[in-house]
């Protein structure tokens, strides 16, 4: 198997006196769609950060493309990974197509800038948002902002992409179609990891599922190890059960009193 | 900010190119039309091809145009020219300073006349005046430059969290600073003589009047540096209005970019400022008519405020001269009295749309 993506070990991450990540050690490989799941302030978004070279952790490690996250210069991380944020407003009415069009900024200058219509044609149309091209992002919906922020990732281009909630706001038709999409880019070099909030979908979809609560990783493995209701129970603190769905996937379920 | 007005949504790409050169169209013959009124019109009767005569003479192309009387040709090159070219260079600067300070706050209410980057620099070019403090001869212009800086600076870091800023912290900061100037303004004023003290007064309320060439090139290589660097980080300025992380991800080198624009706000301001008195409203005024007509992507939008600004200022100017027979209006007032209501017209039309700005 070639090396990982990225790889930490023992990363500590800390904003003023908290303790947001400890002693993480993970490894996003190629061809996997890795799911990052916990309870709100568990530290996803800032493992996510971590992975992405953003925070640099204050003790051990995060060793993106084989180099350390702080040799790099921003251009050059932006070249091999690609983030969604949660949050993606846009301060001026640019339209849709210029704002994925952003996410072509990396190769400027490049051989690839040429390539530049060509892969947001592409991105709009993965996501489903070429018929909002012309449209201003400030105008959209909720849900449409949500996808094209994910079509100005895609167009990025990079071989890891770093999403941060990605289905938040998106009905059920398209929450599929997005997990659906990041499937199909974890393939030979390419890796994914996402954070989700719905555990079903992350069982869907995810090769592996992380487990993270209060900054420290609690388990990691496919999804039917990990996404237990015992394990579950204990990290949320609610009871849940977990049930297999029609199509053999777990299935995440609270338990709730009946009314 | 969702901008005023219909959208058509099925507006093709080529119409869209087709409405861009038709907007740059008209802010050019607006600015060349404003250029030749300006020139033809004063107190010493010069007529449209005297003018022309005139320029070609100075390329060394001598023609039956060329005014006879050295009187026209005096006025032409001593006052009307060095004052429309003031005109056309400040109007230039105080636009693209505006769309670059809305590009760093991420905010189309900032302006430097807005949040206090004019008094900022106005106070410095005071104290150039009452202290008569010279670098190089340039003394007002370098200290009015320090002064915008420090205020720019100032209204930066204060009011900017997580690379966007809410505009009630961005006006409130404007307020502070505002008064702060103005206190320091009043001080000098009560420090000054007579004499500064009125030279202090007028310069304030801003005007062209006594404009020279020796200015002129001072102004000119500030706003075409200005200009150039900024054209040249357009494509970075679009990318940070997805917000500083995101621009971060994207490659952008966000801290370096600030720091360029911050300093490039300061120096065009203060170019405008220390020659021509506080002008507002110009920064926010004509990037937003830009954005209007052609959306905000920064490099279409730095180029046509350049021709905007200059028009608009030409035409103010030619305002001030000639509205009241043989006297000269203070050109900040008129910019203001403009000014101030379209600002109105802004906030109210967004209060419409969406319940207003905060």
């Known amino acids: 198997m070639s ?31 890795l799911v990052l799941v916990g309870p709100n302030g568990a530290g996803k978004s800032t493992l996510l950060a971590t992975l992405a070279g953003e925070i640099v952790p204050a003790r051990g490690e995060a060793i993106i493309f084989g180099r350390p996250s702080s040799s790099y210069r921003p251009k050059e991380l932006a070249r091999l990974r690609s983030v969604l944020l949660q949050s993606n407003d846009v301060s001026f009415p640019f339209r849709v197509r210029q704002v994925v069009q952003m996410g072509r900024n990396p190769w400027s200058g490049t051989e690839y800038e040429e390539l530049d219509g060509q892969v947001v044609d592409q991105a709009m149309a993965d996501v489903g948002v070429a018929d909002l091209e012309q449209r201003r992002f400030n105008e959209l919906s909720g849900g449409e902002r949500a996808r094209v922020s994910l079509a100005r990732v895609l167009a990025q281009h990079t071989d890891l992409l770093l999403l941060d909630e990605p289905t938040a706001a998106l009905d059920l038709h398209h929450q599929d179609r997005v997990m659906q999409l990041v499937r199909s ?17 992350a069982a869907a979809y ?54 | 900010m969702a901008s005023p007005g219909p959208v058509s949504d099925t507006r093709t790409a080529s119409a869209s190119r087709f409405s861009a050169i038709g907007v740059v169209a008209v802010a050019l013959v607006l600015l060349l039309g404003g250029v030749l009124v300006s020139s033809v019109s004063g107190q010493l009767e010069i007529t449209a091809d005297q003018v022309v005569g005139s320029i070609l003479d100075r390329w060394g192309l001598t023609t039956s145009l060329a005014p006879q009387d050295e009187v026209i040709d005096a006025t032409l090159w001593v006052v009307r020219f060095p004052r ?40 410095g070019a005071s104290i150039a005046i009452v202290f008569g403090i010279q670098f190089a001869g340039s003394g007002v212009a370098a200290m009015a430059f320090i002064g915008g800086l420090l205020a720019t600076l100032l209204v930066y870091a204060v009011a900017r969290a997580g690379g966007r800023t809410e505009v009630v912290t961005l006006l409130l900061t ?19 003589d007579t004499a500064s003290r009125e030279q202090i007064v007028f310069w304030q309320l801003g005007s062209l009047a006594g404009s020279v060439w020796s200015e002129i090139v001072v102004v000119v290589p500030l706003l075409i540096v200005g200009t150039g660097v900024a054209w040249v980080l357009a494509r970075q300025l679009d990318v940070l209005s997805l ?23 300061a120096l065009l301001t203060a170019a405008a400022v220390a020659f ?28 046509v405020s350049v021709v905007g600004g200059a028009a608009l200022m030409v035409w103010a100017d030619l305002l001030t001269r000639t509205l009241v027979e043989g006297s000269d209006l203070p050109i900040g007032m008129l910019t203001a009295l403009v000014g101030g209501p379209f600002f109105f017209a802004l906030l109210f039309q967004q209060r419409k749309s969406s319940g207003g700005w905060l």
């Open chain 2, 84 to 123: 429309i070219i003031m005109a056309m260079a400040v109007g230039a600067a105080l636009a693209v300073g505006g769309a670059l300070m809305q590009a760093i706050f991420g905010n189309p209410l900032a302006e430097p006349g807005v949040v206090g980057v004019s008094s900022g620099a106005a106070l």
């Open chain 1, 185 to 201: 880019r974890a393939t030979d070099s390419r890796g994914v990891v996402v954070v989700l909030h719905d555990l079903s979908l």
């Open chain 2, 276 to 303: 021509a008195g506080i002008i507002a409203f110009v920064g926010l005024i004509v990037p937003h008519i830009v954005r209007m007509a052609l959306g905000p992507a920064h490099r279409s939008l730095i180029v």
């Open chain 1, 206 to 259: 995810a090769d592996r599922v992380v487990l993270i609560s209060r900054g420290e990783i609690h388990a990691v493995g496919t999804p039917r190890e990990v996404l237990t209701a015992e394990k579950l129970s204990e990290i949320y603190g609610v009871a849940l059960r977990v049930m297999d769905s029609p199509d053999g996937h777990p299935m995440v379920i609270p338990v709730r009193a009946t009314h």
């Open chain 1, 3 to 33: 090396s990982p993506l990225v790889k930490m070990r023992g990363a500590g991450v800390e904003r003023g006196k908290r303790t947001i990540l400890s002693d993480v050690s993970l490894e996003v490989n190629s061809g996997e769609v």
């Open chain 2, 243 to 265: 917000g500083e992380r995101n621009a971060r991800q994207l490659g952008v080198d966000v801290e370096g970019l600030r720091i360029i624009v911050i300093v490039l706000v």
């Open chain 2, 174 to 192: 404007g307020i502070a600073i505002n008064a702060f100037a103005q206190a320091g303004l009043a001080f000098v004023l009560f420090l000054a």
